[in-house]
């Protein structure tokens, strides 16, 4: 319901797992420990929410399904190392042992139209990201696919697709059930995510905040993150763009967008249909993603890629970020 969309986005923490079944897009209560000590888990939880509230804030940009913002998820820096280790391997820096580039117009997994620049990640060459949706969201490691930069020039575009596994691909990692896609830079027009099924939300559908979301207004804000009006309709298909408004998320250094593609039967959830916007003339987006898989998954690239040698590394950058 609306309440429970508010406290997930406003007043319960980071640690989106917990309140939300990746599989089936409802609330789950929490377990073991925390069932039986709620306080604790809610003094737990109000610490890592006040550890971040001047720098990270989660927004709840649609409800169901369920799309989700995530203010100052990467910082500038960590931005610009993700951004480096793509570099390193275009430029030949790397001793060819690093991120593995792919050019093409298409890509796998998907009949959509590409045009763009992907590099998969070692594990290991991007920490930060890592240690943030594992301590942060909650997701086990080895549940995680291969880290992915993508560089999108002007006039490059990703047309609409799903973000789900084919069925012939489903015995490594099952279905993916989650997506999480970072802004590594601010792009002041197009580039946007846009779903062209769902409507933006607007402050009077938000209107009487949770109880003990009294900060509401300041932090239940849509501008700058939301382009175009509400949609006129939804579920509705159409072969001309132009003549519909869609739910788009801005692209914005640091900023994360997670969403949900599959159902609980790991059926696609058709409601996630989204593009990648043409970028802009003198314009440039540059994003890192991961998917979720609902089961251990098995790295493909780059050769000998593992989450488990990158498990040390996510530790002690866990350590250093104050989050174990």
Request: glycine share 8%.
């Amino acid at each position: 319901d609306i309440e429970h969309a508010l406290q997930v986005a406003n007043v319960i923490p980071l640690r989106l797992q917990t309140h939300f079944d990746l599989h089936g897009h409802e609330r789950r209560s929490m377990d073991g420990a925390q069932q039986s000590n709620p306080r604790a888990a809610a003094s737990s939880a109000n610490s890592i929410r006040n550890m971040y509230r001047d720098s990270m804030e989660i927004k709840m940009m649609h409800q169901s399904p369920p799309v989700l913002v995530i203010e100052n998820f990467l910082t500038p820096q960590e931005c610009q190392e993700i951004e480096a280790v793509a570099m390193a391997a275009e430029n030949g820096h790397d001793g060819g042992s690093g991120a593995v580039q792919v050019e093409s117009a298409t890509f796998a997994m998907s009949q959509s139209t590409r045009t763009s620049t992907s590099w998969f990640a070692h594990f290991y060459q991007v920490p930060q990201l890592v240690a943030k949706i594992h301590y942060l969201l909650g997701i086990p490691l080895e549940h995680m696919e291969e880290p992915q930069i993508v560089r999108y020039k002007t006039g490059q575009e990703f047309s609409w697709h799903y973000d789900e596994v084919p069925a012939a691909q489903l015995a490594n990692g099952g279905q993916r059930v989650a997506t999480i896609l970072v802004y590594l830079n601010t792009v002041e027009e197009g580039g946007g995510t846009v779903f062209r099924d769902l409507r933006a939300p607007t402050k009077s559908e938000f209107a009487a905040p949770a109880a003990g979301c009294d900060d509401f207004e300041e932090e239940c804000t849509f501008d700058n993150v939301i382009t175009g009006p509400r949609a006129s309709s939804t579920g509705s298909s159409t072969n001309n763009d132009q003549d519909q408004d869609f739910l788009t998320v801005q692209p914005k250094q640091g900023r994360a967008c997670i969403f949900f593609p599959a159902l609980a039967d790991g059926k696609p959830d058709d409601r996630t249909l989204h593009k990648g916007e043409v970028v802009a003339e003198n314009q440039e987006k540059r994003i890192v993603q991961m998917w979720i898989h609902e089961n251990p998954y098995a790295p493909v690239l780059p050769p000998g890629n593992s989450q488990m040698a990158a498990r040390e590394l996510v530790g002690e950058m866990g350590h250093e970020l104050g989050f174990v």
